[in-house]
């Protein structure tokens, strides 16, 4: 069955921050020091969902997906990030899935989306390689308890993100500007989630992924500095991720680290522990040329040309269709399913004055995208499953509730939720899909 569903993530959608004695996460630090979210924007109600899920998960139901991708809060199941863990909010994620499983909606969990426990990066975060294990232990808590009705498992969420925007550039949680010396929270993530695949695995999950947002990056001309800073561009943000876990290896790291210090032997078997599918977040591709300046070996030239997102993302279906074919091309026989487990755009969504929100443009990306994806298919790629980022208007990281990404308008001030035009064109699209099967 093609799964086709909605995805969230914990910190974005939650709020609840202080209670059932939820530990705190790196992004409640962050997110309450001056300056560091649009607004001094946070999660702590987000838009609530740790007491509106019921409602959710209705809105869900009414729109007709059979899947939904969300995350749990490390910090929920164990607020210290180790040892002992909290059943309020293992009971939390319980009757979450519980609920869905009663309305023919598959539960796909990411068990890491950014919010690691803060007593973890008091001891070094994701710097520190001994948080790849405790994070295995935490993977086994959470499958004892949901194995038995979620059949797959999505390890991480974007370790690029997480070591380029947390580590390297410090405009997310933990806050850190270290450029290169960011590279171990890579490889301790990697780690990571190569042994909670195994502890998954042991614990009865049958199928595991790891979710990676790729880019086609597209050279600013054909000179060879440009080709070469391209080249660099697509090591950094797709092969670094994609390779160890897919080929048990990385790719050439010279252009950014004189050694790999971090590796230890063995490392690269654990981290290419045989998995079940990848997880792909597709938004845009990057154009890439190269540097003025010295510093990192390459520099975005930025795509004109195309329309944008309220983010300003230039919006190319069809770089989802380059990407997808593109992955077939370099990892052939060692690349599993593929499951597209975020595609989505902001838009500056208006409420019109009886209420409706009619964002034409999110129907047109989506509409686009799908069909892209569509072609990737008829040319041979295995992709089973679509999760449309986002369900829910929510707290979008440094940008907090500015960006708007939802298939569901929510107001802030009230939690009033309010289905948009894509979602009933979302809805009606997938009766057709039902009735063209
Ligand atoms: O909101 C994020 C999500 O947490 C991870 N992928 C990209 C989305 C849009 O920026």
Redesign the pocket.
């Known amino acids: 069955m093609f799964l086709w569903g909605t995805?969230t993530?914990a910190y974005?959608i939650e709020g609840a921050a202080q209670e059932d004695d939820r530990g705190a996460s790196i992004w409640d630090t962050f997110a309450h020091e001056p300056g560091r979210t649009r607004d001094g924007h946070t999660g702590d109600v987000a838009c609530d969902h740790y007491h509106r899920w019921r409602e959710d998960v209705a809105l869900m139901s009414g729109l007709g997906v059979n899947a939904y991708r969300f995350s749990i809060a490390w910090p929920r199941v164990q607020p210290l990030g180790t040892g002992a863990l909290n059943p309020q909010g293992l009971d939390f994620y319980d009757r979450l899935v519980d609920a869905l499983c009663e309305q023919g909606i598959q539960p796909v969990p990411t068990l890491f989306?950014?919010d690691l426990p803060q007593p973890l990066e008091d001891r070094g975060g994701w710097l520190n390689r001994e948080i790849s294990e405790m994070f295995a232990e935490y993977a086994a808590i959470v499958a004892d308890r949901l194995a038995d009705r979620v059949p797959l498992w999505i390890t991480l969420?974007?370790p690029f993100?997480h070591m380029a925007f947390g580590y390297a550039m410090g405009i997310h949680a933990p806050g850190q500007a270290l450029l290169t010396g960011a590279l171990p929270s890579a490889h301790h993530q990697l780690l990571a989630h190569g042994l909670a695949t195994q502890a998954l695995r042991a614990a009865g999950a049958r199928q595991v992924a790891i979710t990676n947002?790729c880019t086609p990056v597209w050279p600013a001309s054909q000179e060879e500095p440009d080709l070469k800073a391209a080249d660099a561009y697509d090591v950094l943000h797709n092969r670094l991720f994609n390779d160890p876990v897919l080929i048990g290896e990385y790719p050439d790291l010279s252009a950014y680290t004189p050694a790999l210090d971090f590796l230890r032997d063995g490392d690269l078997q654990i981290i290419s522990t045989p998995i079940d599918a990848l997880g792909i977040?597709y938004?845009n591709p990057t154009r890439i040329t190269a540097p003025a300046a010295e510093g990192l070996p390459f520099e975005d030239a930025g795509i004109t040309g195309h329309p944008t997102t309220a983010?300003g993302w230039p919006v190319v279906p069809d770089g989802l269709r380059e990407l997808l074919t593109g992955l077939k091309a370099r990892y052939a026989t060692a690349l599993p399913p593929i499951y597209i487990t975020?595609n989505?755009c902001?838009q500056h969504d208006v409420v019109t004055a009886d209420g409706r929100i009619e964002d034409q443009a999110r129907i047109a990306y989506l509409e686009g995208h799908i069909a892209a994806m569509r072609r990737a298919m008829a040319e041979g790629v295995d992709v089973r499953g679509y999760f449309v980022?986002?369900l829910l208007d929510?707290f979008?990281?440094a940008?907090g509730y500015h960006?708007r990404?939802g298939l569901v308008h929510v107001d802030f001030e009230t939690q009033r939720r309010t289905p948009k035009a894509s979602y009933a064109w979302l809805k009606e699209f997938l009766e057709a899909q039902k009735t063209d099967t």
């Open positions: 995805a993530a974005q989306h950014w969420n974007e993100v947002n977040n938004y983010f975020e989505g902001s980022w986002s929510n979008e990281w940008e960006q990404f």
